[in-house]
């Protein structure tokens, strides 16, 4: 497991990860790895339905909100996968970012047995990290209850160079609004969302670079509410079927043998692990597990948040907020005790900064922890918060920023991963949350920066219990311990931990306005 595996089917473009997956090194010289038929058979052998799982609840999934903070990748991951297996009716998935990772092809597979079984599985997607040949995206949607969208196409799908230069250069604001929501929903009564996007390291399997991320999980009445999002997002004119943008000749979709390869992929034990199998199979007895031990709460009071299809009217340019801005300055303005905040991005404006000297001038505590120049993963937002850091800390708040070896990996990354192969990857802030006064827990998709603020349509869980703001508030707590966070001051910043080739490149982001960070 030293190498990285790249597949030329739907190569660049990796849907939903429901499983942890590692793929074993090959040569790629078979155009089908070896299939092993029993063991097919049992990954796909029990028949779940969600219904039967949820029916115990059925008092309260019209009353209120089942939360369960996902904290671990790989149990994020094992969440999705269950999930995907019990779906009855429909999978409806929202998401930003998609990355050509090694999981892609069984992730697909996964997608289109739920799509066989007659669920109906609907797929928006971001233009602008999506790439894929034609054919490949085309073929998927071919399935009768398999349909995808792209989400504002004007920078990728469908466009060639001179298409997108002229797209940037005569609507850069649409150009740059994109949709940054992640959200994924079975059977409209249990909803994933959070920070993660589909790539293998929002879930600990990538060998060079990791993030620590927080996804929430979410089942009963404030599901329905994700659901008339996702409606919202599905049947704005923004989104537009792919089928519309592109189009290939019926011959060259070869849909029989891409299913095909998709299916024997899917069957190599080499490529999905049995240790995984059998987590997956384990879920209903773990989900007990967590019942009984409190860390499944049921919520009276749950608010989902988004920003509706292209963010705002856009009549201020690239400013003009949105509900999920609005939203996080009203609970900023209400605390009245402390406010503990994680955001991998930081750049700051005079009215966020005048937000937080307020609220230090009322006495309220505030703590932000965000990414050092080490654990980066985005020069040019890291930049952006260089240039505002001083001011920042003039305002009176702590800030803390993340290690790229931070001890808090080997509790939160996936465990097989770490016992059984020998890598030791940067490890990234990816985590968008916040704890207002110890009694209100914020997980979403909001960066603290201009770009999530007025440009990028986002979503945000607003959970209105001191229990979950307690595990919350412990959790970010510990990210800020010294094993893995610096505690930057006016006098000290890790920047030099970084090195001098990395502060170089940063340096360089100057010229990046402030706006599109």
């Known amino acids: 497991m030293a190498c990285k595996v790249k597949f030329s089917l739907l190569s660049k473009f990796t849907f939903p990860i429901w499983i942890v997956f590692l793929v074993a090194c090959s040569s790629g ?14 990954i796909h052998a029990e028949n779940h339905r969600l219904s039967e799982y949820l029916a115990p609840f059925d008092s309260l999934l019209t009353s209120k909100t089942g939360v369960f903070t996902l904290e671990e990748g790989d149990i994020s991951m094992i969440g999705r996968a269950w999930l995907s297996e019990a779906a009855e009716k429909t999978i409806d998935i929202q998401y930003f970012i998609f990355s050509a990772d090694n999981i892609g092809l069984i992730a697909i597979d996964y997608l289109i047995r739920a799509a066989d079984r007659g669920v109906k599985v609907r797929l928006l997607v971001d233009d602008i990290m999506v790439e894929a040949d034609a054919d490949e995206l085309l073929a998927l949607d071919a399935h009768p209850n398999l349909d995808i969208k792209i989400y504002n196409p004007t920078a990728n799908i469908g466009k060639n160079l001179p298409g997108k230069l002229y797209n940037l250069a005569t609507d850069f604001r649409g150009f740059n609004q994109r949709m940054h929501n992640k959200t994924f929903i079975v059977d409209g009564k249990v909803v994933i969302t959070g920070g993660r996007n589909i790539a293998d390291e929002y879930f600990d399997y990538d060998h060079e670079y990791n993030f620590r991320d ?7 009445k404030t599901a329905s509410v994700v659901q008339q999002s996702f409606n919202l997002f599905w049947d704005n004119e923004l989104s537009v079927p792919i089928d519309s943008i592109i189009t290939v000749e019926d011959s060259k979709l070869n849909t029989t043998v891409k299913y095909e390869y998709l299916h024997q992929y899917a069957c190599n034990p080499l490529n999905f692990w049995p240790q995984v ?17 409190g860390l499944l709460v049921w919520v009276d009071s749950v608010s989902f948040v988004s920003d509706v299809p292209g963010k705002n009217a856009g009549d201020q340019g690239l400013k003009g907020g949105g509900a999920s801005t609005d939203a996080l300055i009203s609970l900023i303005k209400g605390a009245k005790k402390s406010i503990s905040i994680q955001s991998p991005y930081l750049v700051t404006t005079e009215l966020s900064q005048q937000l937080f000297s307020e609220a230090v001038q009322r006495g309220v505590e505030v703590d932000i922890l965000t990414n050092s120049l080490s654990s980066t993963d985005n020069l040019e937002a890291f930049n952006g918060y260089q240039r505002e850091r001083e001011a920042l800390l003039k305002t009176g708040i702590n800030i803390y920023e993340f290690k790229p070896d931070a001890a808090v990996r080997y509790k939160i990354m996936t465990g097989a991963l770490q016992k059984e192969i020998d890598f030791t990857p940067i490890f990234g802030l990816h985590a968008k949350s916040m704890v207002i006064d110890s009694e209100i827990a914020v997980i979403g998709t909001f960066n603290l920066d ?31 311990k010294p094993e893995n966070a610096w505690n930057t001051t006016a006098s000290f910043n890790p920047d030099p931990e970084a090195g001098r080739l990395k502060r170089f490149n940063a340096w360089l982001r100057n010229v990046v306005p402030k706006s599109i960070l």
């Open 29 to 42: 010289e078979n155009k089908y790895p070896s299939m092993d038929e029993d063991f097919c058979s049992q």
């Open 214 to 220: 927080r996804d929430v999980l979410l089942m009963g």
């Open 277 to 293: 199998r059998e987590k997956i199979k384990m879920v209903p007895i773990a989900f007990q597990k967590i019942q009984e031990s």
């Open 450 to 480: 201009p770009r999530s603020a007025n440009l990028n349509t986002e979503c945000i869980v607003i959970i209105y219990d001191p229990s979950i703001a307690g595990q919350l508030y412990r959790a970010m707590e510990e990210d800020r």
